[in-house]
């Protein structure tokens, strides 16, 4: 669901395609028949923003029939644990959950908790967010959690305020009929797909879960994957092979650029980013950030090893390793804040390091705009993108939005050198660490961003050698000393690879991050990466053939952590320790030599019993139980009610996209109240539903990605062989909508929002059938979002029809979704384009429903 | 196995054809009959006019050199005389025309280098070039009056060279994919035969005295005769859909005046083409003829190849009658 | 000289190649694996240097290169159907509860590398020859662009580049099976680069073997009009070295449903030739007849 494997994934597509013919039931659930849709068992085509709906239903439909995976359930997921008095669900309060704050705008998750107790979720948010205000109030830490055990429990699953009885309510009105109402498919589809689902889960089989941006892309795109998740729980499918929930990630190694993060909030290791108004001092960062139980447990050895790899030397117990050294973030610095802050004249300068916004970001009008507003902009790419040539070629000269002679922006173009010309780490999707050769030199002056990093901080610290100013020591003392190779004076990719993957006293190799310390005798760039050079061997280079290894094939570079292929894996045995079945044995308990064992690396400490149980006053992972998996949580268990972590509630709730031609049938507030809006003249949005002018914009439009292209083109529109292959932007509808607005196949349609108006091909197919929701015909517009105005081939970007409205937790922009109107015909140009978007409702205003 | 009838061609939405215009047209095609977005099957053959005008021209010195041996065996010196000139301006012109068609020089002597029984362009490379050089020869002597057995002894080869180098390149458009020309491979042979017969008739009609032109005129009328009765034969063979490209477009166009001009020139020559007046006229009339048909065909091979349903329909069938279809089906089960 | 006459098997091949004959390859290409990735022109362009073919947007669904052509070896036709993809639609029931249901079909096309291939047949220059494979591949340095194996072709492949001064310009291209690729044990680059194994290649016995129960197990599972397409010896081109199995019939496809080599005919179309000479002779003959009396 939300995935298009076989468009976007091709080449691990292979598998799906071998399973199929395996025998395995393939089903994709997506708004359009894509060519997954042709090559899965079963298509379910919904309407585009409404996976809650959907993914609620299975989950009640589970409950309901009693499906649940129960011993499973009983043991490894916080089921039975009893919540908070406090707690009130949606059903209660009307769609909002307890500790909603109106004037804010946001929860305070204090009543979410367990009863007795506070936990804290894995990592990240904790300190932040929604929840400041909260952890503050608790003085110190709250109430320490002694063991990893919730005080209050039912293992019969009976009471009324346990997680499992709240779940059933929650989910309770979340039937068959109201799925087809909102989702717009049928009752049969979503029963034939839960019970698919149900009928191969269990003992003796798994199902998996693929999702993609087409679930993220959304005002509740980390509650679509947790509702997920909590199936995937119920089931008994996390852990155990064959089961999970898989992300297929982006871009190249955009895992990797999550674990050793370019994002704002966290630091390598999903360690969170020290917050100013929260952490004055280590100590207190990580008593706030770690929990008592669980590996986070060991926090200050990760914190404290990271901070040794940054400034070395530098950093001791004295000057609490430099901590004070790390900036401290005061609230949302995501790439969309940043480019209103451009807008605002905030943000005077700015590094583009292989990123297209003026292209690739939701309003990437806006984007232009924001960039034409900076003093000084760094682009390094590999051709000369929109992004970097929109201070003379930006479509808003046309509609006089911009003038050339007043754009102040100066603009560095520096060539960047390919990943042919470059070695390096991979991250891909399963955490898999594939390391990738350099075939051949980087061409003329092109470079790789390591030399550019590298290279543009030795020279600044070159420059600031010898000053006084305090400001200037943490670039001063951190440790920058990577051996250069070749003509170029390229830094070692091999040396980066060892300082993330860290060293002893000694100076020698760590091989895991169970050895890492907090008193400063141990460096390591990232904990979850340590192991990835043990034994002084690039582990990520190994390419042992899978047919010359065991099937899981360990040898096959490395995985993170520990170099896991399954992580939480100790869930594949029941809590005895015996395999849950013969058919799914994966990792088990071997009582003759008192260990785990199994095809994986275990994901649990190697003799620790099964019926261990944590003595008084244990601490991180020893304070887990035997039969807890989940050993990064502080209870050891999966999560299907989330105290913690989430800035928008604990469960997930169906919320329309924040702009939908439709009413919310199950709760007062329409959209995900907690969303983040930035209404503002440059980012105008629909009335919603009911206000006057809604009906302006009656159709969903939804944009995805085509094989043929690669996100915003840059790599793509240039390339000849994969330019002819899709050459002209253009929008997918159906006969019944081409009838209904007189569009041509072949033709041209412009396609129009408060934003502004693009026009793209038609192509009439029946790929995108109209929908009945809530009664009444839907029409979806799908739009490829690849186009832009360089290129061989050239066209609109969908993006600069688009919003800024993001989901809570990630600020990831809603592009799966939004209204709009469609015409025949080519959009007008200069002035007459406004004056078509003006003659269009608009609003302002933060929507507040 | 069931095949149920459906459009003319694949829209990418069959429904989508009822509200917007989903595939590019398909005017030429027939309904019940499927096809890729009309899309054509084979490739059009890609030859410059240059092609065809060399089919006239080839045609018409291969039928002047056999006219000028039977006139030369029949002591007609005169009009031997004014064939083997005919006949050598025609196979003067036709190396420039296919050099012209091939773009470079040296690319015609690529095809001297091998002989291929089953490309009639090889051979008929060898034919020309051959019945080229007995012709030159025999209008070298002709011209300078000398060597007058070198003379009969070229004029021989020229004139029995002659006959297949006015019908090979009917072989030549016979032995391709196209549905109008390789269904007509037995009758298309004999149009190219009597209209060159009737060209190289008419040029020597018109080039010699009325009382030495008999032969020319009575030539000149039977290929007339023999191209308008292969013709009709090619027609008929060809059938209803097949042939249709002779009744539609420029092909259809041109066939209509070409048989137009023979009848019209076989006519006049045989009831005034002793007058010069009625040989002038005549004469013209039957070149325009000739030389039209051969565009006919042509174009006419261009249209078959244009439409898939001239090669979809008949293999179909075909297909059905005999079985014969290149796929395996599975068992009805 | 080379004389080809239709026979039984590929002409003068692998006799002419004697001891240095090599096993006939081919592909079997199974389109019920087909993602329609286009992986496959894509490395073949890359591999061959065939050079892009044009920035046109046809609207046939996802199909922009519409054709084989000489800059188009691989052509991936994409088909949009209003059928459920299977008949027995409890084993699948595509398109939900939709009656109607969807299917897109989705196939990679390429030279059939015939077993009597009329552009060899036709081929005034030689420049068309068998390899030691049993493949068809065109000699560029020999090629003089003639045309005739164009509309020889009863599948459209071969087609003359017309792009003023770049490689092969003038001459006839079409896929070479990858000679370089298959002389150097290499397997070629269209098949390397699908992901899905919906081109396959090897040995044309093997890969008909395979193909055979493939179709039934295909049939098996429901897909009423599945069939071989190129896979029968008998069939009017000797059998292809590069064959499909389809889901529906070929000329859905843009592919005859019938071809026949061209030259299957050739004693008939010399035959008559000939006799139209003779026609010619006796037409003069007869012209002079009276003078003689
Ligand atoms: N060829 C190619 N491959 C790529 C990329 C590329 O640009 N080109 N990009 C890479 C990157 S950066 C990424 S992030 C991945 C993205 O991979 P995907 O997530 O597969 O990419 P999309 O095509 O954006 O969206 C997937 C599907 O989500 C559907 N969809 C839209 N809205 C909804 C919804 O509300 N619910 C559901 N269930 N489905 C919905 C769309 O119709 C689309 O078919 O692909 C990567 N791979
Ligand atoms: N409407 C809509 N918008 C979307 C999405 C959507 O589905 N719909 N998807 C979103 C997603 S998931 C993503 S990931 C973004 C992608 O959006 P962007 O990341 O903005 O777009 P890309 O074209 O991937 O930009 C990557 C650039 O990096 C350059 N590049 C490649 N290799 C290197 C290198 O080694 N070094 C450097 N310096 N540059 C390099 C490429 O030439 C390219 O120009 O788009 C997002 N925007
Ligand atoms: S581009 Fe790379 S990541 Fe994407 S499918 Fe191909 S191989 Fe996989
Ligand atoms: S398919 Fe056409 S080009 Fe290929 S071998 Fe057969 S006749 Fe020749
Ligand atoms: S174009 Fe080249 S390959 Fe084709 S027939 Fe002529 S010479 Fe042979
Ligand atoms: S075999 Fe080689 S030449 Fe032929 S299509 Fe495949 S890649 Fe192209
Ligand atoms: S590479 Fe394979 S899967 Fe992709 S389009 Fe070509 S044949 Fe189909
Ligand atoms: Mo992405």
Redesign the pocket.
Known sequence: ?????A???PVGYQWVMEARERGAQVIH????F?RTSATATKWVQ?R??A?IAFLGGIINYILEHGREFRDYVVNYTNAPVIINEEFQDTEELAGFFSGWDAAEGRYDNGSWQYEGMDVLGSAGKRSRGANVGHAASQGGHGNELELSEPPAQDPTLEHPRCVFQILKRHFQRYTPELVAELCGCTAADLIAVAEALCANSGRERTSAFVY????TQ?TVGVQNVRAAAIIQLLLGNVGRPGGGVMA????AS?QGSTDIPTLYDILPGYIPMPDAYAHDNLKEYVERNSSPSGWWGNMNTYVVSLLKAYWGSAANPANDFCFDYLPRITGDHSEYQAALSMLDGEMHGYFLLGENPGVGSANARLHRLALANLQWLVVRDLVEIESASFWYDAPEFETGELIADQIRTEVFLLPAASIVEKEGSFTNTQRLLQWHHKAVEPQGDCRSDLWFIYHLGRIIRQKLAGSQDPKDRPLLDLQWDYPTEGALDEPSAEAVLREINGWDAEGKALTAYTQLKADGSTTCGCWIYCGSFADEENQTARRKPGSEQSWVAPEWGWAWPANRRIIYNRASADPSGVPWSERKRYVWWDEASGRWTGYDNPDFEADKRPDYVPPEGARAQAAIAGNHPFILQADGRGWLFAPSGLVDGPLPAHYEPHESPFRNPLYAPRANPARQQFPRPANPYHPSNGDVGADAYPYVM??????E???AGGMSRTAPLLAELQPEMFCEVSPELAAERNLEHGGWATIITARTAIEARVLVTDRIKPLAVQGRTLHQV?LPYHWGSKGLVTGDSANDIFPIALDPNVHIQEV??ATCDIRPGRRPRGKALRELVDRYPRSQEADGT | MSREPSPAFQPQSQSARRTAQTAPASGESAPGFRSYYGQPIIKEPIWKPEVPVYFFCGGLAGASASLALAARLAGNARLARHATFAGMAGIGVSPILLILDLGKPARFYHMLRVVKLTSPMSVGTWILSGTGAALTLAAGCEALGILPSVKLAAQAVAGLLGLPLSTYTAALLADTAVPIWHDARRELPFVFAGSAAASAGAVAMLTTSPEEAGPARRMAVAGAVLELAAVRAMERRLGELVGEPYRQGVAGRFSRVARACTAAGATVVAVAGRKRAGAIVGGVLLLGGSFLERWAVFKAGQQSARDPKYTVIPQRARAQRDGTSVTTLPAIT | MTTDLPGSKPAAWPESYGAEAKPRVGFFTDTTLCIGCKACEVACKEWNLVPEDGFVWTGHSYDNTGALSANSWRHVAFIEQQKPLRVDRDTLGVGGEDPAGLRWLMSSDVCKHCTHAACLDVCPTGALFRTEFGTVVVQQDVCNGCGYCVPACPFGVIDRRMIEDAPGDGAAQKCTLCYDRTKGGLEPACAKACPTNSIQFGELGDLRAHARQRLATVQASGFADAQLYGADPTDGVGGFGAFFLLLDDPEVYGLPPDPVVTTRDLPAIWGSALAAAGALAITIGLAFAKQRR
């Open positions: 669901m939300g995935s298009n494997m468009e976007n994934h659930v997506d708004p359009r894509t919904v585009a923003g996976d993609s941006v087409g679930w959304h297929l990630r982006g871009h955009i939804t944009t995805y990605r085509l094989t292209h690669h996100t799908g799966k979704a």
